[in-house]
């Protein structure tokens, strides 16, 4: 009963979190601001609070303005004025041509020259913009980052690229979801996913910053699985609205940097992990405490690291290979000289 309790407030304390974590900073930050401190604040600091909210603005005019802006005069303009045209020089009879082939042709064709480029761009800014917002606002709070001084550069990189090839993994676990039968246990079990996939999204650049590696990041959330569910949620139900692709990642480019905020605002570090009474025979009391770890990663972390050590293990025959050849050579040159 006491574990169920604990779930609940850290679900609840997760979803309340997400919501008004963005806000507590703000106010937070706008207090600082306003308070005499402000005046004492090195050029340095507050050249950094104005790279954050320029960035922040930014983000929300590119992904709320521009990228949406593009994709509404694509269908609502652009496509029903071609279609005008295409019904005025194509005769009546050969009206479904326009609707079967013609339109999937100038959709394709429009798309690719026009929403497509405008969708990577902005995906490139926003990757670029969203480090530097959870940066500052990392810094606001908690001062720089924390480095593991044995981490190499190439270590950096092989943790940010397994981390990357893990989220894909668990992205496709995720939408396999739909393929369920029953309507209602595809939704749950969908949402389910999402919402931690999101709240992986948005702590992960605070869990770097605290010199945690992927796996170790992993293992955080679910230890403490109640509240990163709950944090996640209110995420996947607002981006659940817009079915789809494009208009859900231009929603969520723009909600994005808030639940980085909210992320990096919240006290989840302190969280102990939930914890349960687990049968134990050889113990005085017949109990004795588990961690209460549900191990959704397990299957994507799996298939990452397969996928690493085959081609891990190619690299390793291709550099045998080639330290192989010279020795092969020279024993070659040394019976050709006898």
Not at 9 to 38: E, H, T
Not at 162 to 190: E, R, Y
Not at 287 to 305: A, G, N, P, Q
Request: glycine share 4%.
């Amino acid at each position: 009963m006491a574990t169920l309790k604990v779930c609940l407030v850290q679900f609840l304390n997760g979803f309340k979190d997400s919501l008004v974590g963005s806000v507590k900073f703000f106010q937070r930050q706008n207090a600082i601001l306003a308070n005499q401190q402000a005046r004492t604040l090195g050029k340095k600091q507050l050249s950094k609070n104005e790279k954050f909210y320029t960035n922040l603005i930014q983000s929300c005019i590119l992904n709320g303005v521009f990228l949406f802006l593009c994709i509404c005069i694509f269908n609502y303009i652009l496509m029903p004025v071609l279609n005008s045209i295409a019904f005025k020089l194509i005769s009546a009879s050969n009206h479904n041509l326009i609707n079967n082939y013609l339109n999937p042709c100038f959709q394709i064709l429009f798309s690719s020259v026009w929403i497509l480029p405008v969708f990577l761009l902005c995906k490139l800014f926003n990757l670029i913009w969203h480090q530097e917002i959870a940066d500052i606002a990392y810094e606001f709070k908690y001062g720089k980052p924390k480095t593991n001084p044995n981490q190499s550069f190439s270590d950096l990189i092989a943790d940010m690229v397994f981390s990357v090839t893990m989220q894909l993994i668990f992205l496709v676990q995720s939408s396999l979801m739909g393929l369920i039968p029953a309507p209602w246990l595809s939704i749950l079990l969908g949402h389910f996913h999402t919402s931690f996939l999101y709240a992986l999204y948005a702590f992960e650049y605070k869990l770097c910053n605290k010199g945690l590696d992927i796996k170790k990041r992993i293992e955080h959330i679910e230890q403490r699985w109640p509240y990163y569910w709950g944090f996640g949620l209110s995420m996947s139900l607002i981006l659940s609205v817009a079915e789809a692709y494009i208009y859900n990642a231009a929603l969520f480019g723009f909600i994005f940097p808030a639940f980085i905020i909210s992320a990096i605002e919240s006290d989840s570090e302190k969280l102990e992990p939930v914890m349960y009474l687990k049968h134990d025979f050889s113990s005085q009391t017949g109990f004795r405490t588990e961690k209460f770890r549900i191990k959704l990663f397990k299957i994507s972390i799996y298939v990452t690291d397969c996928i690493f050590k085959f081609f891990m293990k190619k690299e390793i025959e291709k550099l045998k290979q080639k330290n192989a050849k010279p020795v092969e050579q020279q024993t070659f040159t040394i019976r050709k000289t006898n």
